[in-house]
């Protein structure tokens, strides 16, 4: 930390403080200017609303460039601790506001975070976040400096398309169209703000009074959870056992849409084979039901080539498909798609009348530009084959390290396996002695419904988030806390 | 249009073009390429699906320079007729799938669209955009740089807070409490997508099969439409004649949620007197009611200072307040947020456990880098003044053209004026003889739950898109198509 000295500067900011640098220490000086004054509001020497010195008069008593200060407010400001107001110079904002919230609980298509004074993660399996440098920040800053510095910008200024922005529309179309088989207009496309906004307003166009839901048990919870936010009755449909299960739970549950992960079902990541593929689009059209098909995951295959999503398989209008940017591309962008049959794009066009887009220009306009030059297709490309080779050697470290004492469900897809312990200890307890090693694995109980499933000792191991050379090494870790 | 010559050019892409350019054109040759391969497309000399004549290639023979042919083919790109795929060069999309959306019929805050064939818009008074220019691009441009640069922008491979950025919460708390006289933590805000998402989500709280939503009357149609997409009751409260019909409709109707706009009432601009706001705070609390205090349209106060907000008044947590960024900033970036009293934000958390946000990071990082350095401040001091003189100017404008011909409701906020023209013609009458001027003015019927109401023949005359400069002559002309 260096000689720094907590500064004694007190309001008004012409007071001289008892702020030293030291010369010899490795921290930048900026750096110590930040410590001394973070240290400084901690203790209460810089009370809320308290002006810090002005940035000439510190810069001239520490005798170092008027640029080192500056480097220190601003990165307090970034912080929050302090807020610049012009004419007024910077003051300490009011910690009290700061307390930070609580973490958000994670829900489905992330796990959740690790409990509060748990030992440090060093090998997080989390699902759903992806590994640091994934998003294209480089080539996405160009391509923002363009637009912003185009006629293009004056888009800003006004109020845009609430299906979305046409080129990007047009862009995810001409993909679908040619890489999935399907047959959609960009007309049909929806641009919105993800997953569960997609479903929050999908919903519109239904009855909660009347209308159940069905969803695969097991299934994601954050459809659930949106589900029950707006008051539809959910039945859950096995997935698990044979293919009767689910037929049997649909056709006493009948509802009016059913919710269904085809290409990767969430979380055991098995492909629905094409004979029940088939089954289920009759079903749909004989029962007057419509079809969600949620296709979060269709991107990573690991081994045969992907099946024709159902919707290209459906001639009578019954199948919804989502599509996502957030497992490829940046789960921050918060941005998906629909593609909406005829019928229930007539009925979105009465529902949604003068709606607003919830998706910023700028992110449509980036991403379609990103398309439309080629870089998304090189992007995926390069993704798909690390996810590939993350997903290998995670699946030989289990087998390497664990073998026969756990079951591990692979289906050549998804970002995570999930590992089945076979000696009868309880999740609880596997998921305590992970984390007590510094490995963080998942538990399954929320994706389901009903409490008594063939599941029960199922923990999720992701792929998404953690780099390629830590998986070896935490999966000998995590055999290591459950196995010695 | 010079004498481009439509290209004959057919697949392969290695037979020569029969494109010839003009050199003593004034368009510049990428446009005269570009038109070439439009009207091409266009007669179908470029079918679907065929490739155009490749960058060296065309250059070649049209002897130009690679970066000519590269400008004519992005822009083909960007407007959606050609994609361009790696490997495989530039097709032609199949133009069926481009048939444009029917243009969205805009709600509440803007004006709708002129209909389709009518006469040119000279002057366009439409209310909602803003006009070209003000979303500060290059400022906002650099800190993306800036952010995108940085090792921040790893936040872009996570899933981040649902409520928002704790920054930019942070700074928005700021503000309201000193600015505007509220008490409010960083946690009480979320961010959130826009008007219409913050009410749908907010009504997750409340239970559409008991509870009743009043709002004012006549008042803003696009809240009423989100109301009434989530299967609420609506019950209108007038805010014409006296105080006591507002109550009257209030108590009759025993809502559990009210929907208001104290600063600036929608549309009519009136300012809640301080008398009515001090009763219903009163009575939200004596009758279980919560109220939702839009307040869109604080910045713009041309007279007195603005009064506090009915957030800073209510000592009960009745207030919902809720504050956006279209009107000041930019309508594109689809980013508001609402400030929950202490017990709904518990429920809130409940409700949306596990949840995603919905506003993209980078957008509330930049925003919050906007803020935190005074750009801000600056920014909104500016259009504060700007729109405070096209408010003179037009006011002063409607006097001078009309003078006794017509009343003009103002207020003193707002960006728009009411204006009734006081010879009995109708709305419709007076709507078409404008526009067939080349003059947009806007009616009012949409506001209105009721059909018999007091203010049949008011027109809305915004000012928030039309340049300060447009103001006297469209008035001038919209004077002439009225009176002659």
């Known amino acids: 930390m260096g000689a720094a000295v907590p500064g004694g500067a007190r309001d008004p900011s012409d007071e001289r403080t008892s702020m030293q640098l030291d010369e010899s220490s490795p921290l930048p000086l900026y750096r110590q200017i930040y410590d001394s004054i973070r240290t400084g509001i901690d203790a209460g020497s810089y009370p809320p609303g308290s002006r810090l010195p002005s940035i000439r008069g510190l810069a001239d008593e520490l005798q170092c460039s008027r640029n080192t200060i500056d480097a220190a407010y601003s990165l307090l400001v970034e912080e929050g601790f302090v807020a610049s107001r012009p004419g007024s110079g910077y003051r300490v904002l009011d910690l009290h506001q700061l307390s930070p919230v609580p ?48 006629v293009e910008s004056r888009t800003c200024d006004t109020y845009t398309n609430p299906l979305g922005e046409m080129a990007l529309r047009q862009q995810i179309a001409w993909r679908l169209n040619s890489s999935r088989n399907m047959d959609c207009t960009a007309d049909q496309i929806i641009v919105q703000a993800g997953t569960a906004a997609s479903i929050q307003n999908l919903l519109a166009l239904f009855d909660s009074g009347r209308d159940t839901v069905c969803m695969e048990e097991p299934g994601y919870d954050g459809a659930r959870q949106v589900f029950s936010r707006s008051a539809f009755p959910v039945a859950p449909c096995r997935v698990y056992g044979t293919m009767e299960n689910f037929f049997e739970d649909l056709e006493k549950a009948q509802p009016r849409l059913l919710y269904v992960t085809p290409s990767s079902q969430f979380p055991t990541c098995s ?36 099946l024709p999503p159902l919707q290209s398989m459906d001639q009578s209008g019954r199948v919804i498909y989502m599509g996502t940017f957030s497992k490829s591309l940046s789960p921050a962008l918060r941005m998906n798609y629909l593609v909406l049959p005829p019928r229930l794009l007539e009925r979105w066009h009465e529902k949604f009348r003068g709606a607003y887009p919830t998706v910023p220009w700028l992110s449509q306009a980036a991403c379609a530009r990103f398309m439309a ?24 470290a289990l087998q390497k390290a664990m073998g026969q004492k756990v079951d591990v469900l692979e289906n050549g897809t998804g970002l995570h396996l999930l590992v089945d312990v076979k000696d009868g200890r309880s999740q609880e307890e596997l998921l305590a002695l992970a984390r007590a090693a510094g490995v963080a694995v998942y538990g399954t109980e929320r994706y389901w419904m009903s409490e008594n499933h063939p599941l029960k000792s199922c923990m999720l191991v992701g792929f998404s988030a953690i780099r390629e050379e830590d998986i070896a090494p935490g999966i000998d870790a995590l055999a290591q806390a459950w196995f010695g």
């Not at 440090?120 to 998003?135: A, C, I, K, Q």
């Not at 088939?278 to 081994?303: H, P, Q």
Request: glycine residues 4%; neutral net charge.
């Open 103 to 150: 973490a958000p609980a994670a829900a489905g298509h992330t796990s959740p975070a690790a409990p509060a004074g748990a030992n440090p993660v060093r090998y997080d399996f989390s699902y759903g976040n992806l590994e640091p440098g994934t998003f294209p920040a480089s080539a996405w800053r160009s391509i923002v400096d363009d637009l912003l510095l185009s």
């Open 271 to 306: 492909v629905m084979p094409i004979k029940m593929r088939a089954r289920l689009i009759a079903w749909a059209e004989a029962n007057d039901t419509y079809i969600l098909e949620d296709d979060y995951c269709r991107d990573f295959r690991y081994r045969e080539r992907p």
């Open 373 to 396: 030059d080629g870089q998304w297709d090189r992007h995926l490309r390069r993704l798909q084959m690390k996810n590939l080779r993350k997903y290998t050697a995670l699946f030989e």
